[in-house]
């Protein structure tokens, strides 16, 4: 089966939940030569998240990919993962003749495009990384549920090396600093509250433009991650933590009150609330036996692994292609 893969930005370009989803899906499938794994892919991607170039791309993509399954090696299923992407997995599905597949990593009601692309037209199946998802009114029957995975074994590798901090008070923001829905100024006016009744508070902020492995060891350094979203699917950071065995604080958006128990494996919070936020971090930083919700959360994290969602996407492609 050769599979056109569709994502409007590099991975290289932009790190985000898309593209390192398809990244870990792409490596669990094994599509490198020699595999044997009965699969192929071809990754058609756009190189910069400037809104015009992604809008570009999403024109010059089609003729692109209808040279490659014409003059290359015929495409037996599409899939597409982003808006743009959609967009263009959709035509080229008609023109084709294939059916196409669309992962819906987050959705946000109230940006028009998304819920007209998301919802309004048909597709062969649609995957969606969040629950929450399948409760929205929606023209595509076939909707799947396939959560994210996390390579635990990543993180261990950076255990030893890193030490947490002895104050036990350091705060962790992982995500755009720039992005209005992920909350990051909510969560700079929290933190002026905290610092009223815990003045040590430390702020790492871990942004898109560091390496990986800094990335890493910021999870084992902290004490307490906290992401303040307004709107999420279901967010790679929240398993990053709880890989590294670190307590979370999230809001009750998309995938994550599902997987948050609050003073179980978490705390969880309504979004855009300020002050709800910086009582809810006051808490958790003086609980002494937070340490053990990190470890819950962490027996959680084993639950959900790349294979699992390679292996359930899998399926969702054999079934697709049996009806053609």
Not at 83 to 96: F, N, T
Not at 137 to 162: A, E, F, R, W
């Amino acid at each position: 089966m050769n599979i056109c893969y569709l994502i409007d930005v590099s991975p290289e370009r932009f790190r985000g939940g898309g593209q390192a989803h398809l990244l870990n899906l792409i490596k669990q499938m094994q599509f490198s030569r020699g595999a044997g794994s009965g699969f192929a892919g071809q990754i058609l991607t756009g190189k910069s998240p400037n809104f015009i170039f992604r809008l570009l791309w999403m024109v010059y993509v089609i003729p692109q990919a209808i040279f490659y399954h014409f003059f290359r090696q015929k495409f037996d299923l599409i899939h597409a993962h982003s808006i743009p992407a959609m967009v263009s997995g959709k035509i080229l599905s008609l023109i084709l003749g294939i059916p196409v597949v669309v992962t819906v990593h987050g959705y946000n009601e109230k940006h028009w495009m998304e819920k007209l692309v998301l919802t309004k037209i048909k597709y062969d199946a649609q995957i969606t990384v969040a629950r929450n998802f399948l409760q929205i009114p929606n023209v595509n029957k076939h909707v799947v549920y396939i959560p994210n995975g996390v390579d635990l074994g990543k993180y261990k590798k950076v255990q030893k090396s890193t030490k947490k901090y002895k104050k036990g008070r350091v705060v962790l923001f992982v995500g755009r600093k720039n992005d209005p829905v992920k909350g990051f100024s909510i969560l700079l006016q929290a933190l002026e509250l905290v610092k009223k009744e815990i003045p040590e508070v430390k702020l790492l902020v871990a942004g898109g433009d560091l390496p990986q492995e800094t990335v890493l060891q910021m999870y084992w350094e902290a004490n307490l991650f906290v992401l303040p979203s307004l709107s999420e699917g279901f967010p790679l950071t929240l398993l990053e933590a709880w890989a590294s065995k670190l307590p979370v604080l999230v809001t009750r958006v998309g995938e994550l009150p599902y997987l948050v128990k609050d003073e179980i494996n978490g705390y969880l919070v309504d979004p855009g609330s300020a002050r709800q936020l910086a009582l809810a971090v006051i808490e958790a930083l003086r609980n002494k036996n937070l340490a053990k919700l990190g470890e819950s959360g962490y027996n959680q994290a084993k639950e959900h692994t790349w294979k699992k969602t390679a292996g359930e996407t899998i399926r969702v492609y054999q079934k697709i292609c049996l009806k053609y």
